[in-house]
């Protein structure tokens, strides 16, 4: 049986430059720490106040980023008498985490628009290998905005 470890997600400073017409925002290089390859990068919007909860992957590892609006995370390990570590992401905390598999995690997202996580994945995405949990099956309160 594949264990969590909420200490075991990395989180990494990433850069951004000022470019005329626009900023370059880094997202993963291949000699970062927590990557392991990837075979897919992926995007999903989320809207403000929404929440999408909750989901375990038991092979993939995610490389998480949000580069536009901000997005806070909600790792849970019900191993651990559900102990929780939530990660506040976007424009003004601009990092990677890197979630390896085992872990049941959310998000909300808590910006005044909707906003963009990417994940770059070391595996495509495959049905059989995540876990879904109602919002309701885990007792966190998501923030009221």
């Not at 390859?37 to 995610?62: C, D, Q």
């Not at 806070?72 to 992401?89: G, K, M, N």
């Amino acid at each position: 049986m594949l264990t969590s470890n909420l200490n075991e997600i990395l989180v990494t400073q990433l850069s951004t430059f000022e470019v005329k017409g626009g900023d370059v925002m880094h997202g993963m290089k291949k000699n970062d720490l927590g990557y392991l390859g990837f075979e897919e990068v992926y995007f999903s919007l989320i809207n403000p106040k929404a929440v999408k909860a909750w989901k375990k992957h038991n092979r993939m590892t995610l490389n998480l980023v949000v580069p536009s609006g901000k997005v806070r995370f909600v790792f849970c390990d019900p191993l651990r008498d559900y102990q929780y570590r939530v990660e506040d992401i976007g424009e003004d905390n601009y990092v990677r985490l890197t979630v390896p598999p085992g872990i049941w995690f959310g998000f909300q997202g808590i910006a005044l628009k909707p906003s963009l996580v990417t994940n770059i994945a070391n595996l495509q995405h495959d049905a059989t290998e995540v876990e879904r949990q109602a919002v309701s099956s885990f007792n966190y309160q998501w923030k009221k905005i």
